[in-house]
Nanobody, 121 residues
Framework: QVHLVESGGGSVQAGGSLRLSCAAS????????MGWFRQTPGQERERVAY???????SYADSVKGRITISRDNADNTLWLHMNSLRPEDTAMYYC???????????????WGQGTQVTVSS
């Protein structure tokens, strides 16, 4: 059974930092493309960043230079390091896995339950 479990969300002031983690199990993590998405009520889900099995990365323009995605294939863990947080970064953040990055971008195979990030001004 596949599990993606996010943690590390919370409330911070603008300019602060958070590190999200996603513990994965039940599928061959190292071969999957992994990503972070976020969503606020009434808005479409937005892809924040993703990382290939070879650790190539891609970021949304809105987070470039402030957020870093990384993975530990030995520990089946995905990370999202967030710095210089802004109120507009407030959202529910979801970890997702795709058998390919094409699949991840279109319709991930697996989703986590989400972790809330709130940034106050």
């Amino acid at each position: 059974q596949v599990h993606l479990v996010e943690s590390g969300g919370g409330s911070v002031q603008a300019g602060g930092s958070l590190r999200l983690s996603c513990a994965a199990s039940g599928y061959p993590f190292s071969t999957y493309c992994m990503g972070w998405f976020r969503q606020t009520p009434g808005q479409e889900r937005e892809r924040v960043a993703y990382i290939t099995s070879y650790e190539l990365t891609s970021y949304a323009d809105s987070v470039k230079g402030r957020i870093t995605i990384s993975r530990d294939n030995a520990d089946n863990t995905l990370w999202l390091h967030m710095n210089s947080l802004r109120p507009e970064d407030t959202a529910m953040y979801y970890c997702a896995a795709g058998v390919s990055c094409t699949r991840l971008r279109a319709d991930p195979n697996y989703w986590g339950q989400g972790t809330q990030v709130t940034v106050s001004s």
